[in-house]
């Protein structure tokens, strides 16, 4: 026991100096980067000389050291100044040396700009920002409230921008949908709680992207009529292939006025949830196996043939769970239709409930915090970044052949 205390002692005062190790070689690197980076454009330009054979583009020490915050901590660096006497024939203008590594008024790297808005999210308030890096290791002298704010301001632009991108040339297989609900204080807009409409889409290489967020009105067909004709107008091109939403009205009565090919997935999720509801408790847990016999069927005949007898069994008892899980019948086997391979992410809207699991406990921990710009804001910065993590589907291949119409058969493909 002695030696293991001994051990623990030593590799907690160890952990210090290896920081300090790791923090002086992230330094040297970047320095050595923005040296190299200056010595490139002075080399690119030295044909350009003065009347006296001078260069117009030289070296001229250092500008003042900065500090900029990264996933390491606080890096101190030195910029070389670049003295360009060039002037543009066409403006009149001097033109200037700007760095690519280290941009001017640079104070965080991506990795902490990344860390913000899920701090945010996991219900840090603005004004606890240093502490709260400070605890993670960083040096959140950079992150005050204000500069927080201004953060905040800029990703609103970067949204705003982000949302009227063009989509020429964009096909999505699938679509994800989902409106996802926030309690937040809304001042003088009245109480109630904002709905963020988001689309998440699979390329034909499937590769999954974020299509679209914006607020909408309590997911209403005239809300997701908009963004889904938003969509077309940027560009996007052809119908998907299928959707996949819960039982969100709103959409479905949208969708065939935007995209008539699209076909329709019910979540299984959301629909296991919904008949459920209709279940005492204890029974609960035995009809919801009923239930996963129903979509973990390997066949549409074996679903469907499963989902009879679920009727048969509780049509007497539970006549409202009968009809709500009957009702939908045909957009919750759609997916039978498709690769086999696709199938495990068809069947749910996970790919976007795992996504937005950080964003309800942000307003369940905060009891409604922020304006409503400020919670689209923070949603659309939490899934860029979570974007970066998403995987691709199973059977990547398939995904041409099923844009281009190729038939399958309870996952099978029809053979010709």
């Avoid at 607020?215 to 908009?226: A, N, P, V």
């Avoid at 959409?251 to 997935?265: D, E, G, H, I, S």
């Avoid at 629909?271 to 847990?285: D, M």
Wanted: proline share 4%; charged share 30%.
């Amino acid at each position: 026991m002695e030696t293991v205390t001994q051990a623990l002692r030593m590799a907690t005062a160890a952990a210090p100096v290896l920081d300090d190790v790791l923090r002086e070689g992230a330094r040297s690197m970047l320095q050595r980067a923005i040296e190299r980076e200056v010595a490139d454009y002075v080399e690119a330009h030295q044909e350009h000389l003065d009347g006296r054979g001078h260069r117009l583009v030289v070296r001229n020490g250092h500008l003042p050291a900065r500090k900029v915050l990264t996933g390491l901590g606080p890096i101190e660096v030195r910029q070389p100044r670049v003295n360009d006497r060039r002037v543009d024939a066409a403006t009149g203008n001097r033109f200037r040396f700007t760095s690519k590594i280290l941009p001017p008024y640079l104070r965080r790297a991506k990795s902490v700009e990344e860390l913000v808005p899920w701090l945010y999210l996991k219900g840090i308030s603005s004004s606890d920002f240093p502490e709260a890096l400070s605890a993670l290791g960083h040096d959140g002298s950079g992150l005050s409230a204000t500069n927080v704010i201004r953060m905040k301001e800029l990703w609103r632009e970067e949204w705003a921008e982000w949302s009227k991108r063009s989509l020429l040339g964009k096909r999505y297989v699938y679509l994800w949908v989902d409106g996802i609900y926030f309690n937040i204080r809304l001042g003088d807009e009245g109480e109630g709680r904002q709905c963020v409409l988001v689309v998440m889409g699979a390329t034909e290489e499937g590769v999954k992207e974020l299509v679209a967020i914006r607020e909408g009105h309590r997911e209403s067909e005239q809300s997701w009529l908009e963004l889904l004709r938003d969509l077309r107008d940027r560009g996007l091109e052809g119908d998907p292939e299928l959707a996949v939403g819960d039982g969100a009205l709103g959409f479905w009565k949208a969708l065939p006025q935007v995209f008539p090919a699209t076909r329709w997935q019910r979540c299984w999720i959301h629909k296991a949830c919904n008949v459920l509801n209709h279940f005492p408790r204890p029974q609960q847990p035995a009809a919801n196996g009923k239930l996963q016999d129903v979509w973990m069927a390997a066949t549409r005949a074996e679903a469907l043939a499963a989902l009879e007898k679920f009727a048969r069994d509780h049509r007497a008892k539970y006549p409202k769970a009968v009809e709500c899980l009957l009702k939908d019948k045909d957009e919750l086997l759609a997916f039978y239709d498709f690769p086999a391979e696709h199938w495990a992410h068809l069947r749910t809207t996970n790919p976007l409930e795992s996504t937005f699991a950080t964003v309800r406990l942000r307003t369940a921990k905060t009891k409604g915090c922020g304006s409503r710009q400020a919670c689209l804001t923070m949603v659309f910065k939490l899934c860029q970044s979570a974007q970066k993590h998403w995987r691709k589907l199973n059977g990547c291949a398939l995904l041409k052949e099923v844009s281009a119409g190729v038939q399958f058969v309870d996952g099978i493909r029809k053979a010709a």
